[in-house]
DNA sequence: TGTAATTACGGGATACGTAAAGATG
DNA sequence: CATCTTTACGTATCCCGTAATTACA
């Protein structure tokens, strides 16, 4: 029993909630995950995840699981990368990319100090919010917001953004404030939407549980247009905390449905899948890492 | 390829510094092992390990990657060991071993503070300088100093204490001080054992070393007889620094030859083998990791 | 020349995928 | 009744252990 794949898979579940969603994206068979699931039950002695056909929780013991599994794992793929770049030292070229509004906020104003740091490396800042093929463009370290899709790479969780609805001010006079998840649908949405496709946002307050499907008639591709948007009194937007830090504090923009939970959106650094991460890339994974877990500069 | 699992036989070949002990540790062929580190090898890109015929060192690469196996290994089963335990609260009646001297002068003065953080606990502290076995004494974990023979076991290690040839300074004054290990051979030595054996000890000067085998006529199976002896001017010793903090800051015990070093003892936790660790003897070996890792309070 | 690591080879267990059955909303 | 998980089964692969070979002090 390769117990690190075990976790890998475990993590993957739970991520997706789904046996079959982290097969397809571990590419194996679902039985495969249904077995070795099985298996690590039988090995500790406890059920880990309480499954009903539909939804798929962790219980609390395997809540621990999950969270010390992501260590393991992360601390591995440290070893395998600290072996295979050690020696190297921090200078070159690194080639980082994020996306377009997340970097000019987050990162950029942060990178003084990380290249200080270092002065023989100097960084190639590549953003954009598509999904960039790291390979092909040989990039050393991806900064992703949201699920990831391509569960081939080595990825690293940095920080959890919380999410909120927005609307501007001036917006929500002309309109009014939607009071439930369910007033939103007579409101207009300025929806963020990388490939075409419906929107569904499950809202939590407490234990009850709201599901709304997005309407809009106006779609953007890139953060940076919906934040625009936004502002400009266009609509409400389910966007992250981080976007809105100044509009939010001057009550230019405003929170709406304060009561109701969305899911976290998550920051993941992720490496070429195939090859070890360099030593540069890790060294920049880490300070950044630094930088969210700080509390002054948290998501 | 079990990557956990080579992690683990990688350790253990560092540790022992031979494929074959640490086969004979784990329970496997030595040819087994020969091709996991050849695989990890290959994986990884690197030469992990420089081989000569009688000696096996970890180069760069390979000691990098060992630190991170261990933190690795120990995140893993720290995994099971939580998704085992969960739900199991700190109460009950713990039961853990460590070797008397230590004990009483590491352990007992500091155990207020667990007392007092889990009040609905009860503790048993067996003070035994032997090997107990675990499982026969249902312990739920054990303190132990030095390499670990026993491999079936889950373990931790919590710190490494430096190693110190002592004698009283009345015994000085009789029969002089030692200026090199070879002298020590002239001198009555105390020795510490608890299976009959020679001891040889390796010392190291900058690059050089030396190897001395004791020769004396007092052999001590317990560190606390050792320590009298010592205080009694019966001869040197071959000792950890904690075992004559006040003496050696009073001047009663001298440390002799202070330019050679001598391997350091680690401290490792260990739970009995075939079980996960319970909740509470988590919290007891985290807690003691706590204080070991204090300045303060360290070895 | 003896000890320890590597290579060679045969056997066995493990883990996968396809296909069918069972459960659940 | 559609979807997702579990069970069943045949197959392929990997990994281990014994034995022979090579390297090194």
Redesign the interface.
């Known amino acids: ?5 075990v ?1 890998e898979t475990f993590v993957r579940v739970v991520e997706t909630g789904s046996f079959s969603a982290a097969a397809r994206d571990l590419r194996m068979g679902q039985p495969a995950v249904s077995k070795m699931i099985a298996a690590l039950e039988e ?4 059920r ?1 995840l309480i499954r009903s056909t539909r939804r798929l929780t962790p ?7 999950y ?3 992501l ?2 794992i992360a ?2 793929n ?3 990368a ?3 770049g ?2 190297a030292g921090i200078e070159g070229r690194l080639r980082v990319c994020a996306p377009v509004t997340f970097a000019r906020l987050n990162l950029v104003p942060k990178l003084d100090a990380f290249l200080s740091a270092h002065p023989r490396l100097s960084l190639d800042l590549i953003m954009d919010d598509r999904m960039i093929d790291l390979i092909a463009e040989s990039i050393d370290v991806g900064l992703r917001l949201g699920d990831l899709t391509d569960s081939a790479l080595i990825a690293r969780k940095l920080a959890s953004a919380e999410r909120l609805v927005v609307a501007s001010a001036t917006y929500l006079e002309r309109k009014g404030t939607p009071k439930t998840p369910g007033d939103l649908l007579a409101h207009d949405a300025v929806v963020y939407e990388q490939r075409s496709g419906g929107q569904e946002w499950v809202f939590k307050r407490g234990t009850s549980e709201t599901s709304v499907a997005l309407r809009g008639r106006l779609f953007i591709n890139a953060a940076e247009g919906v934040r625009e948007a936004v502002v400009a009194g266009l609509g409400f937007a389910v966007v992250s905390r981080w976007m809105f830090g100044p509009e939010l504090a001057s009550g230019k923009v405003v929170s709406l449905l304060p009561e109701w939970n969305l899911p976290l959106m998550d920051l993941w650094a992720i490496y070429p899948s195939g090859k ?1 991460a360099t030593t540069k890339a890790r060294a920049f994974v880490n300070w950044f890492e630094k930088i969210m877990a700080s509390p002054a500069d948290a998501l």
């Open positions: 029993m390769d117990r690190l794949r976790m090995r500790i002695g406890t880990l219980s609390e013991a395997g809540q621990a699981f969270e010390h599994a260590r393991a601390e591995a440290e070893a395998d600290a072996a295979h050690a020696g070890f």
